[in-house]
């Protein structure tokens, strides 16, 4: 299609419901959830049960779903997304002064995206739960993680806080890792990942900072509690 996007849900839109669509090809980000700081919250809308199915986008930040700005208590579950070019589900800040809060990402089926399979920037409380993403960074091998985390991000940064990652499922030979935090300051703060099932990347199962860990190492992680970036982490790795 030559449309910009299939769903658009902005500028204080709440309480939408977007469901059972087959979305496929697209020629931009295909659902998209949007405000900006001086625009009421996009709250409480559900996108749930789509499929979407290749598609491509040029949008700086792009993915074929995407939470974006002021928006809260979004939740996008029972999706499934597959061989999207750019990244499969987004939620960022996008230079809205931390204004991303407490969405939630589960139970969706991502597999075969350009980039990263799920990609949370500058985003507070947001949850990743039961989710299975699955061979994404087919544009560049090796390069995208699975489920990446990071603060800074291409309209600015904002610190990532208390970002829960549990009993999803990462599986790819060429992503990246299977998790990763970024290593770029400001550094995210407060993530808990827990019963996970994380199988290695090209470099590692999880990019820890910048450290690669794989097998005993990332069972348990947990740096000293004055460590402003502490986390508990446990899992089954490979």
Known sequence: SDLRHAFYVGTGTSYSY?????????????IVVYALTA????????????TIVDGLTDATEGAAISL?????????????ITGFTDTGILVSDSGQNGQCEDNTIQGNMISGCGNFGILIIGTK??????NVVLDNSQSSPGTYSGIDIRSQGSFGSEVDADTSVVNN???????????????????ATGVVF????FRAGSLGVID??????????VVYVAPEATDPTAIAAYGRVK
């Open 39 to 50: 625009q009421s919250a996009c709250q409480h809308n559900v996108i749930v049960n789509n």
């Open 68 to 80: 974006s700005g002021k928006v809260h208590h979004n939740l996008i579950a029972g999706n499934k």
């Open 169 to 187: 499922i990462v599986r790819g030979a060429d992503h990246r890792a299977a998790f990763r935090i970024d290593s770029g300051a400001p550094l």
């Open 18 to 30: 977007i469901a059972g669509n087959y979305i496929q090809d697209w020629q931009q980000d295909c």
């Open 208 to 217: 820890y900072y910048g450290a690669f860990l794989t097998g005993d190492a």
């Open 194 to 197: 827990a019963g996970n099932d």
């Open 125 to 130: 409380r947001t949850n990743v739960l039961g």
